[in-house]
């Protein structure tokens, strides 16, 4: 595991004050004055003007290295701009090079596990995808967790299967949303997971769950159990409310929709089946980990 800091510390910084040392001396500062200026030792000023520190050719080709590099230069060569606010400068250009930017790109190639996203991603960034990607997986395995560590659980499984999902927080599609692989089935009497989550793997339960959210819910996660109306009962019991949709209504949005009219606080959506369709229950919630846990509650 490789921190972006670390690109930081290893790559740009040496290449950057390589480079500020070699402007410097060229506007003719001696080695002590460079020294001075960068706030390290002679040694190192002379490491960096004999080529001695390993520089990162992809950061010492980026044009905006190099402007600010002359600007820096320029700025403590003269006076006109001190030691603090050269090091907020380059404060600033290392958060964007690490918002989407250079730096990003460096770490995913120093941590092949971030092949794919192409440097698009910002480690510092709440709100960015990837990490918002990495929370909702990992919230699914706490969940999974649960389920398999439930005593009972596949009472609970329907005949087609459960699964259970969770979306990222502006979702609108099924893309969005990260669910089994393959559902989860009772085999020999145990909730087995066939595969670790991934988004994009569950049509239906994820489908209820984006309806749910269209039409207002502030629910994030989804888990379908088979329906009973003692299982009902026990979700009502244990302080859920409950909403019944049609299953065969022709716009599942619009019958959702119609459910929560009726019931705005419904955690709990129910069908009790029609042609060729299992009736089914499904629990709403903040994320996989409290879904589940609801499940445990009423086995």
């Known amino acids: 595991m490789k921190f972006a800091e670390e690109v930081v510390v290893e790559e740009f910084l040496p290449t950057f004050r ?70 907020v400068e380059v404060e600033v250009l290392i958060r964007r090079l690490e918002d989407h930017d250079l730096i990003a790109q460096l770490h995913e190639e120093a941590m092949p596990e971030l092949a794919g996203h192409g440097g698009d991603f910002n480690v510092h960034d709440p709100d960015d995808e990837l990490r918002a990607t990495e929370r909702v997986l990992s919230s699914m395995r706490r969940g999974i967790h649960i389920v398999e560590g439930t005593s009972g659980f596949t009472s609970l499984i329907p005949a087609v299967g459960s699964n259970l999902c969770e979306s990222l927080p502006n979702a609108e599609s099924i893309d969005d949303v990260a669910g089994i692989p393959g559902r989860i089935f009772d085999v020999k009497g145990r909730a087995t997971i066939p595969a670790d989550p991934e988004f994009g793997v569950s049509a239906h339960v994820a489908s209820i769950l984006l309806a749910a959210r269209d039409n207002g819910a502030d629910v994030h996660a989804a888990l379908n159990v088979r329906y009973d109306p ?60 409290a879904v589940a846990e609801v499940a445990r509650k009423i086995v």
């Open 18 to 87: 390589s480079m500020l040392a070699e402007d410097l001396r060229e506007r003719g500062l001696t080695q002590s004055e460079v020294a001075d200026a960068l706030g390290i030792s002679q040694s190192a000023v002379s490491k960096y003007a004999h080529g001695d520190v390993a520089q990162n050719d992809g950061i010492r080709d980026d044009e905006r290295v190099s402007r600010l590099v002359t600007e820096v230069g320029e700025g403590l060569a003269t006076g006109s701009m001190s030691q603090v606010q050269a090091l």
């Open 230 to 289: 003692d299982i009902v009962a026990r979700l009502e019991s244990v302080g859920h409310a409950t909403a019944e949709f049609d299953a065969e209504y022709d716009d599942l949005s619009e019958a959702v929709g119609h459910a929560l009219d009726e019931s705005p606080d419904a955690t709990v959506l129910y069908h009790t089946g029609g042609y060729g369709i299992e009736p089914i229950v499904y629990i709403l919630g903040d994320s996989a980990e």
